[in-house]
């Protein structure tokens, strides 16, 4: 039976409340614990409905109701629990802005303060209550600046251009109290929900530009310093070297003339005590460079067989003296050019040379140069330096290489030295790339040897030697056994034939090598009758004067020593072809000008040019050198640096400039530095004499440049 609409409401409103205090101990129920039923049902529901089925509906009804309510509650306490995290991660991020080193404030598009950590307080002197909504450049920015300021933040509001936007840039802020100092400053945008923002971060350098100004000016003392430090060797090292070379140069003097016993062991103790001085200087000069960095290294094209054998040959009438063997041993694989520098790959081998020596007594010295590995571009090369002498203690191998280093204290004593040698070499290796080790056992023997990375060089020096062998023949009358050997390794290597004089016969134009015991044998065998006819190369293992003006005037004829290399063989053959002429007789064809201020060193070279057989003028200063060139010719000139009036370098530029077919002029200097060498080169100069100089250095360099070509037909 169906009921009306008040007895239904009636039952419902009573069975709703019933369900309401059912559920209300479980607080489940209180978002529609006071809703009314026609707001759940309406009157026309409930009318039509039994009394059962009202309390169905009511059922379902109120059970959706709590589905909904539960709903509603987890959604509620997720919010809570968000508002808990946002909160607490409001509060660590304001504690980690306002622990931060830096004042950090945000500001708006128009450039107002939103925000004003505790830093800016202490570092800016206002309170974030005092700053808020003012202009960021009215608080923090010189009055004298500002307008710089707000054009660059409204330029980049206007084009997006960040010249200062999210960069590091340095400015003058202002405190509170009107006081400037140097601060750091960043400014990044960022996106709100209201707009751009920017964030400002300011740091107080101050502290830290008043330590780099202490470092600057700390480096520019340590520069003052070195330069000072640099300008004194270089004046110590011509004032020690100036001296030197007088007391060396008249020694070699001295050692020409007829001396007794007794004086000729005094002369040579004298000669042995100067050249270890000079080392000694060398050393401490070179070490100085290194420690300051200014060891420069040089790229130039150069033979390394020939740099290698330069050095070796300088110790070969020590090792002599001693009775001690020493060879030198050259790989044919490694190119005749390359390219590095030659005066330091020379002095390390120096240096392991005269320290082998030093410490051999007896036996012998060897030293190889072996190819490691060639490609188009690079060679990489291994010198060994192998001795027989007194061997190295394996506590003390490792560190052989260190500064002031030798095996203990009596090791000085006995044998000499700086302790310098082996760490100059370690240091110059490793500055052009390489690696440097020793092997040793005491007693018997150490074997040091060296790598080097060098670039190949672009000569191909050996072509015209090939095309010299096309019209000419060249035979040997050699006796030395292991010479001959050698000289044939080479000629095999450039692909030319060497033949021998005692089985070929012998038509003019042909060059003949032979050593003193090979050429007398020769020249009794009745084959030759005319000298003139040939191209001599004299193979010498001492002195050859005689033997040199044992031949006409008009002879074409080179020495060339034992030792030499195969580079060194394959330009004196070169030479020979274009008919250069070396006799002693015809030098005083040739005049030399010497410009040197300094009274013993002009007496010095002129003994020496005059022992030599040339003709000479010497000058006191550049100046006096520029006038006599302009009214004498000359075959070279030797030119001295430091001069008064007018300096070397500037007397090269003007004999360049004014002389017309100027002669070649070379470096007489006691400056011992790769720059200074090169100021030589620069100005025009094509060789230098470094002072101390050795007789035979000079020698070499007069005849290199005095050489004159003369054509076979005017012979």
């Excluded at 291994?382 to 007194?390: E, F, H, L, N, Q």
């Excluded at 052989?400 to 004593?413: A, C, K, L, V, W």
């Excluded at 005692?502 to 009758?529: M, N, Q, W």
């Excluded at 274009?578 to 064809?589: D, I, L, S």
Aim: net charge negative.
């Amino acid at each position: 039976k169906k009921m009306g609409i008040r007895p239904a409401r009636k039952i419902f409103d009573t069975a709703y409340q019933h369900m309401a205090d059912m559920y209300s101990y479980l607080d489940t129920f209180p978002v529609v614990i006071d809703l009314l039923p026609e707001f759940i049902l309406g009157d026309a529901q409930i009318s039509g409905l039994s009394c059962t089925q009202a309390q169905k509906v009511l059922f379902d009804k109120v059970k959706k109701l709590q589905l909904v309510n539960n709903e509603l509650s987890r959604e509620m306490a997720k919010r809570v629990k968000m508002t808990r995290e946002l909160r607490a991660s409001q509060e660590m991020l304001n504690a980690l802005i306002n622990s931060s080193m830096d004042a950090v404030m945000s500001m708006d598009s128009g450039g107002r303060i939103m925000s004003w950590n505790n830093n800016a307080e202490k570092l800016l002197g206002w309170a974030e209550n005092e700053v808020l909504g003012e202009y960021v450049s009215q608080k923090i920015i010189p009055p004298d600046e500002r307008s710089i300021h707000i054009n660059w933040f409204n330029r980049y509001l206007e084009t997006g251009d960040s010249g200062f936007i999210s960069r590091t840039i340095e400015i003058t802020a202002m405190r509170r109290s009107g006081e400037h100092f140097q601060a750091e400053c960043s400014i990044a945008p960022f996106q709100t929900a209201n707009g751009k923002m920017f964030s400002v971060f300011l740091r107080d350098i101050t502290r830290r530009k008043q330590y780099e100004d202490s470092l600057k000016t700390a480096k520019m003392d340590a520069e003052q310093a070195a330069a000072a430090k640099s300008e004194f060797l270089a004046i110590m090292s011509h004032e020690i070297r100036t001296p030197l070379n007088g007391v060396l140069g008249m020694t070699q003097l001295l050692n020409t003339t007829r001396l007794n016993a007794e004086q000729s062991e005094y002369v040579d103790l004298l000669m042995t005590s100067g050249n270890n001085l000079l080392a000694i200087i060398n050393d401490v000069l070179d070490f100085s460079k290194i420690e300051a960095g200014k060891m420069e290294i040089d790229h130039s094209e150069f033979s390394l067989s020939q740099a290698i054998q330069n050095s070796v040959e300088v110790f070969m009438a020590t090792a002599a003296e001693k009775g001690v063997r020493l060879r030198y041993d050259f790989d044919t694989n490694i190119p005749d050019s390359v390219v590095g520098d030659s005066a330091r790959v020379g002095q390390i081998v120096m240096n392991l040379v005269s320290n082998a020596l030093k410490f051999t007594q007896e036996g012998h010295i060897e030293v190889k140069s072996r190819c490691i590995s060639l490609s188009d571009q690079k060679v990489w090369i291994k010198i060994s330096i192998k001795d027989t002498g007194i061997g190295i203690d394996p506590e003390c191998v490792e560190k052989i290489f260190e500064s002031f280093s030798q095996q203990d204290g009596s090791t000085s004593r006995k044998f000499g030295g700086t302790g310098l040698g082996l760490a100059i070499c370690a240091r110059l290796v490793d500055i052009m790339g390489g690696k440097i080790g020793v092997q040793s056992v005491m007693g018997e023997g150490s074997e040091f040897h060296f790598e080097l990375p060098l670039d190949r060089g672009k000569s191909d020096p050996v072509k015209g030697l090939i095309e010299l062998a096309k019209t000419r023949a060249f035979v040997s009358c050699i006796a030395d056994e292991f010479l001959l050997h050698r000289f044939n390794k080479a000629f095999a290597k450039w692909g030319v034939a060497l033949e021998d004089a005692e089985e070929v016969l012998i038509p003019h134009s042909t060059t003949i090598l032979c050593d003193r015991a090979g050429y007398d044998d020769f020249v009794a065998s009745g084959k030759v009758t005319d000298k003139t006819a040939y191209q001599w190369l004299l193979v010498q293992h001492e002195d050859a004067t005689q033997w040199l003006e044992s031949f006409d005037t008009g002879t074409c004829v080179q020495m060339i020593k034992s030792s030499c290399t195969p580079d060194q063989l394959k330009d004196s053959l070169i030479h020979l072809a274009n008919a250069r002429v070396f006799t002693r007789k015809r030098r005083t064809a040739h005049r030399i000008l010497v410009a040197e201020d300094n009274v013993i060193n002009q007496k010095l070279i002129g003994a020496l040019l005059e022992k030599m057989g040339y003709e000479f003028d010497i000058v006191e200063n550049g100046k006096l050198a520029v006038e006599f060139c302009l009214k004498q010719d000359y075959a070279m000139v030797f030119m001295d640096i430091q001069m008064p009036e007018m300096d070397g370098l500037e007397a090269t530029r003007i004999i360049q400039q004014e002389v017309a077919d100027a002669p070649p002029i070379l470096a007489l200097t006691a400056n011992a530095t790769e720059e200074d060498r090169r100021k030589c080169l620069d100005s025009g100069m094509v060789d230098f004499l470094s002072k101390p100089f050795q007789l035979e250095r000079l020698e070499e360099l007069l005849l290199r440049y005095t050489a004159e070509v003369q054509p076979q037909d005017q012979k």
